[in-house]
């Protein structure tokens, strides 16, 4: 095995490790978009940022030492294989992770919904006639 060949596995090793790592923090990700824990999400994710910034280097060092390679091992090709096996399991899980987003913003949506109506039922009052009359709401807006 050659010195660039060497370079290459421990590349492409490193790489695999680095996807796995994404591969857990997505997961933990979903869980803490399922459990609205804002302030820890966004400290996980600047590491996700970190580390997706040294995978896309990592990545690109490797696409230059295959380009001068004339044929890979058998074991850089299990790494290879390897490595996009994780990285389509990182897309997959990124799906499902906008998705929670996704229903989250509509859970949101449909709540302050629901709370205006409260509000607009709250406010309103009665004409002298006795029917139901929206009370106003600030200045000029009525419900």
């Given at each position: 095995m050659t010195e660039q060949n060497s370079n290459l596995t421990q590349a492409l090793t490193k790489q695999v490790e680095q996807l796995g790592a994404?591969?857990?923090m997505l997961e933990k990700e979903l869980q803490l978009i399922s459990s609205r824990e804002a302030?820890?999400?966004m400290r996980l994710l600047e590491e996700k940022t970190t580390l997706l910034e040294a995978i896309q280097t990592l990545d690109g060092n490797i696409?230059?030492?295959i380009a001068s390679e004339t044929m890979l091992s058998e074991e850089e090709e299990a790494l290879m294989q390897q490595a996009k096996s994780l990285l389509e399991d990182c897309?997959?899980?990124t799906q499902i992770n906008q998705k929670a987003?996704?229903?989250g913003q509509l859970?949101?949506?449909h709540?302050?919904?629901l709370m205006m109506e409260v509000r607009a039922k709250e406010s309103l009052t009665y004409d002298k006639k006795g029917k139901p009359k929206g009370g106003t709401l600030g200045s000029g807006v009525s419900a």
């Open positions: 994404l591969v857990a302030e820890t999400l696409e230059r030492m897309k997959y899980r987003v996704e229903q859970r949101l949506t709540l302050r919904n």
